[in-house]
């Protein structure tokens, strides 16, 4: 059973960099073509992917986040982190992290984390 | 950047077929896959490769995608089919790009 959990602050003041953390369970990143991703949801807004990292630490970011984001997975802890600077209202949404089976997509997900940006 | 585009909402009577279409440039080219996301839930992937099932998704979800357009198809609509919809697509050269949802009202 493939499980997913996200954690980290649910404020952060603008400026600061979030660090959010994902918990898996079920899968290993060792697999091939195996990743877990990062999608984020402000509240009443459509889903944004951010980032995704496969089994062999390819990384790939949103074009439009790539100078703000950094993703990594510690594969002994199967935790996979993403770290975004400058946070800023605009980014307060759900963060949502999401295992990627090859061929397939993002096909579990975790809860999600509501995350606030505000002074 | 690339963009796929959805209508905001689409209404179907109980027992009748909803399509949710998904545009963007040359979408034919790329993989689709549609999600749906029901009120305080996380996104449930129901189609991928385009026309592909999960296991579990009932048979009545079914998607096509050729040219500019995907569509998400619901046959025999039911009252729990009530939910968001996002298209995503995914290549090479887009990296994964989330359709701007569709919210499906079973009327």
């Known amino acids: 059973q493939i499980t997913l959990k996200e954690s980290g602050p649910t404020l952060v003041k603008p400026t600061q960099t979030l660090t959010l953390t994902c918990t898996f369970s079920g899968f290993s990143l060792r697999i091939s073509g195996v990743g877990v991703g990062w999608i984020r949801q402000p509240p009443g807004k459509a889903l944004e992917w951010l980032a995704l990292i496969f089994w062999n630490d390819d990384k790939r970011y949103s074009p439009s986040l790539k100078s703000r984001l950094t993703i990594t997975k510690d594969t002994s802890k199967n935790q996979v982190v993403l770290t975004m600077t400058n946070m800023d209202p605009v980014d307060t949404a759900t963060y949502y992290c999401?295992?990627?089976?090859?061929?397939?997509?993002?096909?579990?997900w975790g809860q999600g984390t509501l995350v606030t940006v505000s002074s | 950047s690339y963009e796929l585009t959805q209508p905001p909402s689409v209404s179907v009577s109980p027992g009748q077929t909803a399509s949710i279409t998904c545009s963007g440039d040359?979408?034919?080219?790329?993989?689709a896959c549609w999600f749906q996301q029901k009120p305080g839930q996380s996104p449930v992937l129901v189609i991928y490769?385009?026309?592909k099932r999960p296991s579990g998704i009932p048979e009545r979800f079914s998607g096509s995608n050729s040219g500019n357009t995907a569509t998400l198809t619901i046959s025999g609509t039911q009252a729990m089919d009530e939910a968001d919809y996002y298209c995503?697509?995914?290549?090479?050269?887009?990296?994964?790009?989330f359709g701007t949802g569709t919210k499906v009202t079973v009327l």
């Open positions: 490769q385009d026309s």
């Open positions: 995503q697509a995914w290549d090479s050269s887009t990296s994964y790009v």
């Open positions: 040359k979408l034919g080219d790329k993989y």
């Open positions: 999401a295992h990627s089976s090859p061929g397939v997509g993002f096909d579990y």
